[in-house]
């Protein structure tokens, strides 16, 4: 997650971002079904190949775990 710090001694800010994760067409819909019950904002392209899932970057790290746990 990408912080920002202007001066010595001030507190870092946070600096929203977006990621983007490509998926298999196979697994596309569980996915977004996960996304879709904890209620994060995701935008979704589907591909010839499967699917580019966009969401913000604070979320990739319970993205990693829940694609490690299913895939």
Not at 57 to 64: F, G, I, K
Request: charged letters at 25%; a positive charge; one cysteine or more.
């Amino acid at each position: 997650m990408p912080y920002q710090k202007d001066f010595i001694g001030q507190t870092p800010y946070y600096i929203k971002q977006d990621m983007e994760r490509f998926f298999q067409r196979k697994h596309c819909h569980k996915i977004t079904k996960a996304l879709d019950k904890i209620n994060i904002k995701y935008d979704i392209q589907h591909k010839a190949y499967g699917c580019k899932i966009t969401y913000q970057d604070n979320y990739d790290a319970w993205l990693s775990s829940l694609t490690s746990k299913y895939f």
